[in-house]
Structure formats: structure tokens, C-alpha cells
């Protein structure tokens, strides 16, 4: 009996070493990834700053000359993912050309096996790596390399589009004459006395500057506003994306500022701005609404600027954190920038639906790629606020390419969006209608 005892004690102390030996092994193994992934990330970061420095690379000599990892020689050796990561660049490049590729490094792999080593690396490296199917290519994205151009619908640079007439006129067209989506509320709990440029079943777009338009629509008539301002970045003293010639990302897609407005403002006036923003929209919410603010805290001159600089003195129920997981700012002196804030400004009546508190504050999304805006957010971040609220009516004042739309149409919701650029607002348009053709299907 003392003997069956000790085994049982003894069996399960060696139950336990072995639980805690395999928590550590696989502690080890995730850190030990996200080390091998940020090391990747940093090296290519710095590959990319180097070929920008010495212009494009021409040859095998060049790329040696600017730290491209030295391809291995063997025939049979399946390279490394950092390896193939660097066969890649921001062309796209089919299983053939890039067996061509390695094979000028002495690897002579079956077509078939480049495809399946790229498409791994692909699904691998989703953030890094865009993908093409029919035919299936595949290239590198750059922190600094423009986000995938929308061959249907391109965006305007100026505050006219460039589509013609008669193009906007078809596509408004469709889009109102939908039959409204089953999943939509199908009452409108919205009505404003102004024309909207573009309407459809659940939604309306006006085009027009947010604090005009704003002031047109009644009191107390939405019931969120998910939304992301312009951050001011033309306006900064390092770390940001400066505009003009003192520009840190001159390549980036914000370093000219929005297509119909620089995003330069002084920064006092900008913060008097964003205080009538949050005011007005303060004013159109239900007493049981509230807003979700998105914005970035940021160090100026030594100084932290914080969202809650821009808030109007409105009750603050929580700021969630939006883990965007990576960022581009690479730098020796901070560490990576990587989340931004969603700042909750909530009525006293606000409340999540039932379970909805399980969403928790931080929210891990990646940044949204394949998006002709300049700055939009993953259509993932609206959607968590919206889906975890009973909200009917949500407002989104600076509506970009219509992103808060989507999210709320995708979870039955009525939508009114505003932004200062039509071409904008035809992308909106242009996603919305995508998107109830899919929901219809
Ligand atoms: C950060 S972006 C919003 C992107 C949007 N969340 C999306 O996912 O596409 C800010 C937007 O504010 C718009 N904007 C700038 N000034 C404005 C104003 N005074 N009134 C309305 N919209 C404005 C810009 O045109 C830009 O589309």
C-alpha cells in the first residue's frame, strides 16, 4: 500500500517536471520566433534604407554590397524563410521567375516546390508578403512601398475625382437601387434634411467638411461614432511623417497629407479643431451612445501629447489600445511604435451588449493593406466596437474609404458617413457596394 502510494506520488511529480518542461520549451519556442520574425523584420527595414540610400540594386555585387544575405549554394537545401524573403522585392514575381532567381544562386528546385515554399512563406509572412492567385505571384511590402492601387476605383489626388460624371452616376445609381440587405435594420433611424452625395439602403455619404456638415444634422439622432481624425502629421519636429522637404518617409503614402487636405494645421489650432470635432459629435449622440476616438499618443520636443489634449472636457469611460503589432518607425532611439489609442467617450447610459466587456482593451489587428486611402484602419477595429454594442446609427465624420461603413453594414447597423474628398467617398461607395454583393450571393 505504502509502496502504491509513493508510485502515485512520485508518478505525479514527474507529471508535473514534465508540464513545466514543456511550458518552458514552448515559452522558449514562441519568443524565440517573435525574435527571429522582429530580426527580420529589422534586417529587411534596414536592407530597404540601404537600397534607398545606394538606389536600386543591379546585380549580385551590389546586392552583396548592400547586406543581401548570401543565398545558399547547395542544390538540394531548401533555403531559409529570411532567405527566400529576399528573393522577393516590390515587383511581383510567378513560381518560374523566381525558380529563375534561385537558380542563378546554384538551387535548382522543381517548379512545383518553389510554389509551395512561396506560398508557405506567403501565409508565413502575411504581413510582409502580398499575394496573387490566377496567376499566383507573389512580392515584398514594404514599410515604404505604396499600398496596393484599387485598379477600379483609384483615388483622387485633388478634391475633385477622376472619374468621370457619368461613371459616379453609374455607380450611385447602383448602389441606391439595392434592395435593402436582409441583415440591415430595414426602418431608417436615421433622417437628416440634407441631400447626401451617395445614399443606399442603410447608409448615406456626405461629402463636405465634418463640422459644417455635423451642424446641418438634429441632436441626439446616432448612436456611435467610431472614427480616426487626420493626426496632424504634417505638423510634427521629428518621429512623425513630416511633410515637404524636411520629410522622415518621403515615399509614404501620408507624406503629402490627404488627398483634399495637408494635414499641416498649427498645432493649437488643430487642437481647438479636434475640441469642436468631439463637441458636435458629443451633440448628435443618444444619451446611451458613445464615441470611439481613434488617435495616437506622440512625443514632441520632449513633450507627450496624449488624445485626451483634443478631448472637450467629455466624461472618458476607457481607452482601449490597438496593438497594430508593428510599425516602421525604425530607430535607435525608442523602441518600435506600435499601438495606437481608441479613446471611449461614453454618455452615462452607454453600455456594451450582454458578454460584450469579453472583447477586453487591447486589440491586436494589423495595419490594413489593401486599401487605395491613404490612412485607413482594418475594417476589424470598428467592427469589434460596433458588433460588441447594441448600436443602430454610427457616425463616422472623417470616413475615408468608408471603413467604419463596411463594419457597420457587415453587422446589420445603419451608417452616415462625412469626408472632405469625393474620391474618398466614391471608394466608400465602391467597398460598400462590393460588400452587399457579397453579402447578397
Ligand atoms: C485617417 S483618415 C480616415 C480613414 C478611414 N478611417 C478609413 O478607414 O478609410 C482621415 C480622413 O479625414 C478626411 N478629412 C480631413 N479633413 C476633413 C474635414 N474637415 N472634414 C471631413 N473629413 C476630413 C480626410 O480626407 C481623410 O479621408
Redesign the pocket.
Known amino acids: 500500500m505504502i509502496f502504491l502510494t509513493e508510485y502515485a506520488n512520485m508518478s505525479n511529480t514527474i507529471a508535473d517536471i514534465l508540464t513545466s518542461l514543456e511550458k518552458a520549451i514552448s515559452t522558449e519556442i514562441v519568443s524565440a520566433k517573435e525574435r527571429a520574425d522582429n530580426a527580420e523584420l529589422a534586417l529587411s527595414s534596414l536592407r530597404d534604407g540601404l537600397v534607398k540610400l545606394v538606389g536600386p540594386i543591379a546585380n549580385d555585387d551590389q546586392k552583396a554590397e548592400v547586406g543581401k544575405v548570401e543565398p545558399t549554394k547547395s542544390r538540394s537545401a531548401k533555403p531559409s524563410s529570411s532567405e527566400l524573403i529576399h528573393y522577393l522585392d516590390e515587383n511581383w514575381k510567378s513560381a518560374s521567375e523566381l525558380r529563375e532567381t534561385l537558380g542563378e544562386a546554384g538551387i535548382w528546385p522543381a517548379e512545383g516546390t518553389v510554389y509551395n515554399w512561396f506560398r508557405r512563406l506567403a501565409i508565413e509572412h502575411s504581413t510582409r508578403i502580398e499575394s496573387t492567385s490566377k496567376p499566383e505571384r507573389w512580392r515584398l511590402i514594404t514599410p515604404m512601398s505604396e499600398p496596393r492601387k484599387r485598379k477600379r476605383l483609384p483615388v483622387s489626388r485633388k478634391s475633385q475625382s477622376t472619374k468621370s460624371a457619368a461613371q459616379t452616376s453609374r455607380l450611385i445609381t447602383a448602389v441606391m437601387k439595392r434592395p435593402p440587405s436582409k441583415n440591415v435594420i430595414n426602418d431608417n433611424q436615421f433622417a437628416s434634411d440634407i441631400t447626401p452625395m451617395i445614399a443606399g439602403p442603410g447608409f448615406e455619404l456626405h461629402q463636405?467638411?465634418?463640422?459644417e456638415v455635423m451642424r446641418k444634422l438634429p441632436s441626439c439622432s446616432v448612436d456611435m461614432v467610431f472614427?480616426?481624425?487626420?493626426y496632424n502629421l504634417g505638423s510634427s519636429s521629428g518621429g512623425g511623417l513630416t511633410t515637404g522637404r524636411n520629410s522622415l518617409w518621403p515615399n509614404s503614402a501620408l507624406a503629402k497629407g490627404?488627398?483634399?487636405?495637408d494635414d499641416a494645421r498649427d498645432p493649437e489650432e488643430y487642437v481647438e479643431w479636434q475640441r469642436n470635432v468631439l463637441s458636435e459629435c458629443w451633440r448628435l449622440l443618444r444619451d446611451d451612445g458613445a464615441i470611439f476616438y481613434n488617435h495616437k499618443p506622440r512625443v514632441q520636443k520632449g513633450v507627450l501629447q496624449t488624445p485626451l489634449d483634443l478631448n472637450p472636457d467629455l466624461p472618458v469611460r476607457q481607452i482601449i489600445i490597438w496593438n497594430r503589432n508593428q510599425g516602421f518607425n525604425f530607430n535607435r532611439s525608442f523602441f518600435l511604435p506600435c499601438h495606437e489609442w481608441v479613446v471611449v467617450f461614453a454618455k452615462p447610459a452607454f453600455r456594451l451588449r450582454a458578454g460584450g466587456c469579453a472583447a477586453k482593451d487591447v486589440w491586436t489587428f494589423g495595419p490594413?493593406r489593401h486599401?487605395p486611402?491613404p490612412?485607413?484602419?482594418p475594417i476589424e477595429l470598428p467592427r469589434r466596437a460596433i458588433e460588441n454594442t447594441n448600436a443602430r446609427v454610427i457616425l463616422?465624420?472623417?470616413?475615408?474609404?468608408?471603413?467604419?461603413g463596411l463594419a457597420a453594414l457587415e453587422c446589420g447597423r445603419q451608417f452616415v458617413g462625412?469626408?472632405?474628398?469625393a474620391g474618398?467617398l466614391e471608394t466608400a461607395a465602391a467597398r460598400i457596394n462590393d460588400n452587399l454583393t457579397q453579402q447578397a450571393a
Open positions: 463636405g467638411d465634418c463640422l472614427t480616426s481624425p487626420p490627404y488627398a483634399s487636405y490594413e486599401n486611402h490612412a485607413p484602419f463616422d465624420p472623417f470616413a475615408g474609404s468608408g471603413t467604419t462625412i469626408d472632405l474628398d474618398y
